[in-house]
């Protein structure tokens, strides 16, 4: 669906804000800027009511949850989700309470997450909007904070705590089924891979796709079709500019990095890695939607690596202008025509709590 730039001109004001925030902040290198992102997502977040297809979705799941007894818990596919509306019914029947509980839990451990890991604190929130994951947390709630817990799990990966690693993500469970793949993740990152290996995982990635394209159609295309409407890959190229983006540029910056590569510490290894299967992920299975989801635990790692890619392979200046045409390309053709003009992720229009 199209909509007017009324409809959607505060999410482009709330995007150039946060922009602006992000390049201020290097001018003065504190968490302040940061900290004002963080606030500004919440708040923004918090103040909406019937904002994202899934809104009502979440009203009979909350009422549902209200009815229901502690010993329906395991019942329910997300359990822990079932137990935090549970809690919440118990103090107020008033959804609205849910919605902002559930964004205090998304963007608190999120700016927790970016603030322990990321070089460039204020570039991953910025990147966490325009790469689509704040529009997606608008709508998918439960996937949202297991993803954030993922995303705060990555630093047990670089300590080297499988324990506490997996703990994290067994939590994550509760909340979305999709965090199954988070339990892959680990072993992937702690095995060893060189230039030439990569290189060639990545050329077959490419080169597999049309082949998992026809096999794909052939057997599961009614699997798909069970999910959501299924589109073919020309078509999918031609109307969902989400997609486009989010293929296109990863690409190119994996093929930069894999020219550049070189020694890295076991920080940047290991966000490098979880970037490079998200490349290799969504080239085997793009445009299938029934993958999309469980994809979203390798691609979120975008806004750590970012940062990490513009620093360690490009001077100051060069690196200024490489981050301003990486976030002008996600702010334009995911943000803005992917999701904003084209409707994707269902946010828009925004409405304020004040107009309940």
Request: neutral net charge; proline residues 3%; contains cysteine.
């Amino acid at each position: 669906m199209h909509y007017t730039f009324s409809q959607y001109y505060i999410y482009v004001i709330f995007v150039a804000v946060m922009a602006a925030f992000s390049y201020l902040n290097k001018l003065n290198r504190t968490e302040v800027f940061s900290f004002f992102m963080y606030a500004i997502m919440l708040l923004f977040a918090v103040l909406r009511i019937d904002t994202g297809a899934d809104y009502s979705t979440y009203i009979e799941m909350h009422e549902e949850a209200g009815k229901s007894y502690f010993t329906d818990l395991f019942s329910f596919t997300e359990p822990l989700y079932f137990l935090l509306l549970k809690v919440l019914y118990f103090f107020s029947d008033d959804y609205w309470l849910m919605f902002a509980v559930v964004a205090i839990i998304i963007y608190t451990i999120l700016f927790l997450a970016v603030k322990k890991l990321s070089i460039d604190p204020a570039l991953s929130l910025l990147l966490y909007i325009i790469v689509a994951y704040y529009f997606i947390s608008i709508n998918q709630l439960r996937q949202s904070i297991s993803l954030v817990i993922f995303l705060y799990s990555i630093s047990s990966i670089i300590d080297k705590k499988p324990g506490k690693y997996y703990l994290l993500n067994i939590i994550g469970f509760g909340f979305h089924y999709s965090a199954v793949m988070a339990f892959l993740i680990y072993p992937i990152v702690n095995t060893s891979f060189s230039k030439k290996t990569l290189t060639i995982i990545f050329i077959l990635s490419i080169v597999l796709s049309p082949v998992i394209e026809k096999l794909f159609v052939t057997y599961l295309g009614e699997l798909d079709t069970l999910y959501t409407k299924y589109f073919d890959i020309e078509e999918y190229m031609e109307k969902n500019y989400l997609a486009l983006g989010k293929v296109i540029v990863p690409n190119l910056i994996l093929i930069y990095s894999l020219i550049k590569f070189k020694s890295f510490t076991r920080y940047e290894y290991s966000i490098f890695m979880i970037y490079f299967c998200s490349i290799v992920y969504y080239n085997i299975f793009f445009g299938k939607h029934i993958f999309i989801r469980p994809g979203m635990y390798f691609e979120i790692v975008t806004i750590l690596y970012i940062p990490i890619f513009i620093k360690k392979f490009f001077d100051l200046v060069t690196g200024f202008i490489i981050e301003t045409l990486i976030i002008l390309y996600y702010a334009f053709s995911v943000t803005l025509y992917g999701i904003l003009i084209n409707g994707g992720q269902g946010v828009v229009p925004y409405k304020l709590i004040f107009s309940r």
